[in-house]
């Protein structure tokens, strides 16, 4: 990772960017010091593991702008242990309201409407209405698929795909005519591999046109790796964050880095980070239910200054976040692509 | 498995079956001290390992009657050990001229149509033309599919799903306004689990509305099961043969039952057998390239008669044929049904 | 976990208690902002994990009341990674002399007084003597005994069961005209799987009448279970803590929660925690040789009060000591019960 | 294994052997050009695989003699391959007439009555009746007991031992005051370890005093074995057939040996083979639903001549009989033992 | 793998061939319908499993020509399954006489000298002697080594590496001043993977200057591969025989197919057979000890003609015999290579 | 671990060392209350995990006197998660200057020279240079060597093993006339065994006489254990520090312990540490890229003093140092020795 200039935004990005804003969060730049072009929230977690009674961590967060503050749809575990969702509210993006009862999807089919389980979410506002897609329990893992407008009212519609798949993440628009979709099909249990492949859909019900996009790599991402946010649209392509696993003798590490696709032909890669952009370091990411996670979920950005917030789940236990610039990222994809 | 009295069939059989018949076919009654309701062909095996001189063994064998005989799509495994599937055609289904060149797709789509492995195929006729789906080899195993009306040029289509899945099996007919499919999810390996869902389609490109049909078991199919040949329909119901997989401290067992799947609702399971219907029990399937394997992929049906005609692949080496009638095998499951 | 109320105990407690007090142990209320049942003594560890110098580690503690103080075996792993028992004496609970000798088992039969391995003790007063149990090393792990008046000379029985066992805790009292012991059958390594079972002895020698009580559930009990301190008996019936143990990507995850059984025939599960009581979160519990482990071994009551103190082994490095009140316990389990 | 002398028995054998003879069963001598001291029926196998229409195989048999004749419980995996325990009845050992009906144990409590599965019997005559012991299914697999006098009506008694254990064989007399029983205690799968063990009880109820025996030891038993017949009787001491598995890169391999124990003290192993006495030679013990099993189960004796004859389950599929001399199996015992 | 004209060969082959001929060897032709370049002996095994009484099987059989005969080591597992070799002397090459009695290296150094276990051996002539390398025993599995001139003294080297490793394959003479070996690296179980690598030496104790050779490739060799015979020398080349293995859901399966490597470069790879050559077709081949093994240890060639014989394993259990032609075989390689 | 009195070093060390000096070290004694003979610097981590912004982590570093100060061999892992090898220097052992390019060895040879990967190195002085030896990739980790005379330009020579191998050690003079090599043999993932082998070589190039050290022992070295830092010569023998590794439920765990080897026969083991010197204590040895690791590389001599200054990795993150005296380390030896 290369050094990059610590200087003050004073103009505009010189990539464009699609984004409707990070209305009140206090921006935080770059530490004189930091060598990289992600850095962290000098206040993290956002989110701490029980912000009601019956949470055993929060983590995995899927944020979008909502009423000039933000709205969202969280991985909470249960003091059960089990895996629910939950939706919640903030003014600023730092400050959360989350609701302690799970979401209770409404469905006019008791076989897919029957609740298993359900974790890290992704929330895309596609024409009218936000999406939420998340890793859903039916007869094993698949991506579950649901509508809202409102945060309160959530409805349920097919299952995505058949199972075993996980980290399903929609385009927040349709390429050419299709409604568009990563996914990473996997097995039923502790996945040790993985790739990213792209689906296609006229109705957002039946999907097909699988394409292969990127597989795992070396080093950071030699296990496998998954989509991570929802894509921001840029110039120069679709920006994708994701999460690539190392497996040492000790188990996975998880870690964040980034590529950009094409905008017509999403399946091919421009560019894919060959270092990762952010990995396990601070206590809260190395300590806790799940050793050394770096989960990013939601990526938000403000279109004028090219400044980008990433929510990412520490630990599989509480929220961070952390912030970068469109410019530095792509040219930073530039320099140091794998491909 | 109750004895089933072995009389001749003088009359209309009592389930009406729709079939085009088995011309040219030599039919063989039940032995008389056979306690089963599935009896194997005499002259097991009816296509040998090599019948060309690069085939190292034929088997899974996807036969349909074809202009006053029969054609099909057979997996030749090469000495390469290589998984190919191959063209054949038949007078009368015992006697079969393979193509020694492998079948060669076409496809407009380079990325599609780039050939990495096929296998275990099944054929199937819709609307105007014969429908072929194998596990097909795209960054790991899904269900390929292409249609052909000759049996000569076969016109290669999107693969059905994401990877990971085999025992795609199509119904003959549209259901509702859809087109269906059986098939088995699974992982990159010798899956150890496995259950058969049930997806639909527009337009045999774009898959949705998944429902999980019936899972593994006890007994000789408590590891995995797997669709068989393409459903037959009769008056009761679809008729599915599958295969279902015990896993012995000496690795997996492969044998063969049935289901009564309701007609308009097919992921609604009537009957299922509790007992298997056929188990390698002949020496050439409990040897060969995998020992003790009875997998069924075709199933022809004479809708006079009754009369139902079944080809599987007996230890991954060789092709037998073994024989029922509609109303004991139904009969059979109405009274021996695990549901 | 619904919030409790944080009133004083002024009275007695409703559900009838059997214990001997907490002598000189200075009793913590629930911190006003606690929400759950069970609460952390403020000045954990209260055993480090090198009391003396050959020791790495002190966890899995068995204490009980003794002489005006307490008295105890300690799971202490030295500094060769074996494991060993040692006794040790407080005169408030908290500040603990360990004898840097390990207990040398006096047995009459040199097969089963051969020492290899011992683990995770137990100890219970029946009758009128304290009798230890713990993972004994016969050929493979079993259940070990002994009794002692002193804690000073170990007098060592015959292993209660067959190798493979863990977990092995007796109750306080014969029921019936029955001694009975909870235990945990396994395998020889880090067994994934695990369930209780109840067994009956006449003699403490020779056992039977095996029954199965509870099994594996889900989320934080969804790999195993296993019995934690002697059951405690109440006018409800017995008030069993116990761990469960999650599987994530990075290993097994232990927490504790409680049960109620039947008090005459304890195979009989009245109420089950659905949410754990406690889980790792504090660094002592998340950071040690096996990180993210909470493991109860003793339970100490005051019947007057109600109050319950409670050992645990954190991270299998260091000893700590949990609080809670028999009325809240018992009331939490009535209305978040799995049964 | 050295070659012996072919000669014919014309006097009493040396070793004073205990059995009730071989009453109607035509008698084999060794075949001239054999090898070793145990040879092979000539007209193996004598039980086929399916003797009724439900069966699929008929293995592992535990026959006694009984009124003239034989009885005997027999493993019968139906066509569901389900295990199933089976009484039949025979003249001459040959010829046999099993029951189509499953064993239907009846027991007073209905949670050990419950039927999971059972299989690999074993019967043995002791006092009064006759007690069967098998792998039962009770949350897991263990040791069932029952009793009979009839082999009609069999009388179920409490389970030996916790899970996990199999292979559970009782002595034919109490030694000293104490019932006695071999084990093994395994997992709850394909177990890839195992030692037999030895358990002592006053009333057939309880069990304890459990003693090492002898454990796994090199090739043909190097990854597991356990006890087979109930131990025959003689002046030098027990004679126990047991089984040993190898572990090939294709699976297990179950082979025949014998120890000799201590009369007094029978976890004093005096003699065990290290060569193997039979192994998977034969199609018929090759090749089946578990390839390469030779699986000993009964040993009847005629004190007369030292005459033995025993059964054991041959590749998991059907039956076969050996024979041997009790004089020249503890002559091989004394001249090739691994002790 | 194409069908190869069945012409007597009248004349010299194209080829030229180092051999020391076939005395006293029956040849036998091509049948006129074979298909490949390799054919069985019709009387195949040559060598039963049990030629002398302690004997299980016999096979991997290291054949060379001697004194106007033929001698051998021997792969013999004993009746206790251990793995032995043994010495053996034929005149024609398929009559042998075995020594019952093990080979005992002679060996000045205890460490090096006590023997564990030996297996796989091969004998090849350098220089004035016979040297023998085996996969042998010391801490596990590594490359034995020893010399004889009369096959019943033989004198033991160091072990030719660090454990793990088998197949150790010395070339028939120096090239350029080195002795030179093949072998494969391992692991110390029945290992899943395998790549040939070439080491050489100035003295035959100390081994350097490692290259890889070839790998595992896909379809019939894609788990592991290993040298087999040592390399015939050819004006073309080395004409190395390798075994190569495939995992099915049953375990491994063994075949044999040919590499052409550069005569002073013999880690460069000229040709590789993509069709196996020999596979486990034939009964004696598919059931045994070992189910699905042809294993090739030995190859004789005779220069006049350019006949090639060569010995293989099958199933773990017997040795078979089988021939081809240089010229076809090197043309099929040329034709069929995967290089 | 036996309390050892804490009085300073007034006096010449009873056991002759031979070591360079630790110039410009600042020497940090016991603290008072430190009860074993290894202790740690106070102001550990002395390498952080980022010293140039490529880098991910510092750690398993091998450091030698060089110049009046100190130079050595590090593993950085970089920001893509590969392994590197990168040279540095310090004026005191504490402050380092690390080259941020990697070293790029030079070779005659493309095969050797062309790089994979590179990690835990050690360096050692011999006759006239420094040897590096570390875990090199080439078609899996065997052994890599070079020499340097400077730190700037190192020259590659041949791998000294096939693979696979770790941790290759050398002694720092010839013994006889060989040079000697302790190495552990492993497979090519996450070894879950390994003993130490001795080979020995007359020219750095060809290795053999291979003889076994020492295995893994019970306890914190019951998984594998591995040669540390180059052995250290005294009076009584090789002073040869090693970790060991222990696996719980969690994954493995890495101590320090050390061994006496005999001076001219250095496979003869005269003591070796029952219990560790080192555990994973320390927060930055708990918690980082892999848990629990403490990982010795590196062991500096004053052989006036007798002090010795060992480097060694944290949590495979950062690098420590600590420190102990030589008589007392040989004394803790000779009174805890396993031997």
Same mark, same amino acid.
């Given at each position: ?251 996975? @590490?998880?870690?964040?880095? %980034? +590529? =950009?696709? *094409?905008? &017509?032909?999403?399946?091919?890669? /421009? !560019? ?20 050394? @996670?770096?989960?990013?979920? %939601? +990526? =938000?950005? *403000?279109? &004028?200054?090219?400044?980008?917030? /990433? !929510? ?28």
């Amino acid at each position: 990772m290369s050094t990059v200039s610590n200087q003050v935004d004073a103009a505009m990005p010189t990539v464009r960017l699609i984004g409707s804003g990070l209305p009140g969060m206090p921006w935080q730049d770059r530490p004189a010091d930091h060598p990289g072009v992600v850095w962290r929230y000098h206040d993290n977690p956002v989110i701490p593991r029980n912000p009601f009674p019956t949470a055993n961590s929060v983590f995995n967060s899927a944020v979008v702008p909502y009423q000039n503050g933000y709205a969202g749809v969280f991985r909470c575990d249960d003091t059960q242990r089990n895996m629910q969702l939950h939706a919640g509210f903030s003014p600023d993006g730092l400050d959360w309201s989350l609701d302690p009862e799970r979401i209770r999807f409404v469905s006019d089919d008791p076989d897919i409407g029957r609740w298993a389980f359900g974790y890290d979410p992704r929330v895309c506002w596609i024409d009218d209405r936000y999406y939420v897609t998340w890793c859903n329990g039916y007869h094993g893992p698949t991506i579950g698929m649901a509508w809202t407008t409102d945060f309160r009212t959530f409805h349920q519609r097919e299952n995505a795909f058949l199972i075993f798949n996980r980290n399903g993440v929609l385009f927040p628009r349709r390429i050419g005519d299709d409604y568009v979709m990563l996914s990473r099909p996997s097995d039923n249990g502790h996945t040790p591999f993985g790739d990213i492949f792209l689906s296609r859909s006229p109705d957002l019900e039946h999907w097909g046109r699988h394409r292969f996009v990127m597989g795992a790599g070396s080093g950071w991402q030699s296990t496998k790796i998954g989509a991570g946010p929802v894509p921001l649209e840029t110039s120069e392509g679709w920006l994708l964050f994701y999460h690539g696993v190392l497996t040492s003798c000790n188990g996975f @590490v998880y870690s964040m880095g %980034a +590529a =950009l696709l *094409d905008l &017509d032909e999403p399946w091919n890669v /421009i !560019y894919r980070s060959a270092p990762y952009l952010l990995a396990p370091w601070e206590p809260y990411e190395c300590v806790g239910d799940v050793p050394n @996670v770096v989960f990013p979920c %939601a +990526a =938000l950005a *403000d279109a &004028d200054s090219g400044r980008i917030a /990433i !929510y990412y789940g520490c630990a599989d236990t509480v929220t961070g976040l952390c912030f970068c610039r469109v410019d530095e990222v792509i040219d930073f994809l530039r320099h140091h692509s794998m491909v």
